[in-house]
């Protein structure tokens, strides 16, 4: 599934594309839709932004369209009548002129009035966008004390949408590498410098992913591996998939085990397991 730095970046191609220009015409697969593509046609687009994992094209009308890729959610930007060559089902799409948004495959689609939005069961739930909103380092410190997060280990806690918004599995992995946290551990069992660190790796690690289209290793180690000849996937990621490998730093073997439902990597050395027994 596409984390919080992806979905940023398809709200950015969208917004450039169709953001505060008129909808000539509004597209929906879904009949129970159907009657939007009346209302929002001739609208200007306001604003594309997302929060976490979800995007949002609000309508100059005050309605705004939610929609989630969840895993198969694709948004393509085209310019004059094209159409992409794909196999894929349109969803959603808007017309601007010579510009087309065409959101394919996504399933997850509503249109909400500002106050559905407020109250909508996915959004309203969402913890500080990483990307959208800037928390601070000290409001993230915060939220780690509190007593709603500081009992979880951190592994599934940083895949809690509740606590912050964006953060999937390979952010996770390496945030909590950069941190030299191991993902069993709690908040509630760490030093305070170190939930400082973990607070500080979050904002820094979905940052440089959103501006390196995913890449998690600082710009200087990654362009060594680029000039050694390895390949992007292999290059991209401190710990994530690399289970059985080299440790980037230690040369240790990263590890892997399920925590909260899913795949968590580790350097056993760099992240050891200090919890309180």
């Given at each position: ?210 501006r390196t289209r995913g890449v998690t290793l600082p710009d200087a180690r990654y362009a060594a591996l680029r000039k050694n000849g390895v390949k992007r996937p292999a290059a991209r990621f401190w710990v994530y998939g690399r289970e059985g490998r080299h440790c ?9 085990a399920a925590v909260g439902g899913r795949k968590v990597f580790w350097c056993p050395r760099c992240q050891p397991d200090r919890r309180r027994r």
């Open positions: 599934m596409p984390e919080g730095p992806e979905i940023r970046r398809a709200a950015d191609r969208v917004a450039a594309a169709i953001e505060g220009r008129r909808a000539e015409d509004v597209f929906f697969a879904f009949e129970r839709l159907k009657r939007f593509e009346e209302v929002l046609s001739g609208q200007v687009v306001d604003e594309v932004t997302t929060r976490g994992k979800a995007m949002l094209t609000r309508f100059a009308g005050g309605l705004s369209v939610y929609s989630h890729n969840q895993l198969y959610g694709r948004w393509v930007v085209m310019s004059g009548s094209r159409t992409p060559r794909t196999g894929r089902q349109l969803r959603f799409a808007v017309n601007a002129g010579n510009r087309r948004a065409l959101l394919y495959s996504a399933s997850d689609i509503e249109v909400l009035d500002r106050d559905a939005e407020r109250d909508h069961p996915f959004l309203s739930q969402l913890g500080p966008d990483l990307l959208s909103e800037s928390p601070s380092r000290a409001e993230l410190a915060d939220r780690l004390a509190d007593p709603s997060f500081s009992g979880r280990q951190l592994g599934a806690l940083l895949l809690d949408q509740r606590f912050v918004a964006g953060l999937g599995n390979y952010l996770r992995a390496d945030i909590l590498f950069e941190a030299g946290i191991h993902p069993r551990r709690r908040a509630a069992d760490c030093a305070v410098d170190e939930c400082e660190r973990l607070a500080d790796r979050m904002l820094v690690l979905v940052r440089r992913a959103y980037r730093i230690c040369d240790d073997l990263v590890e892997q």
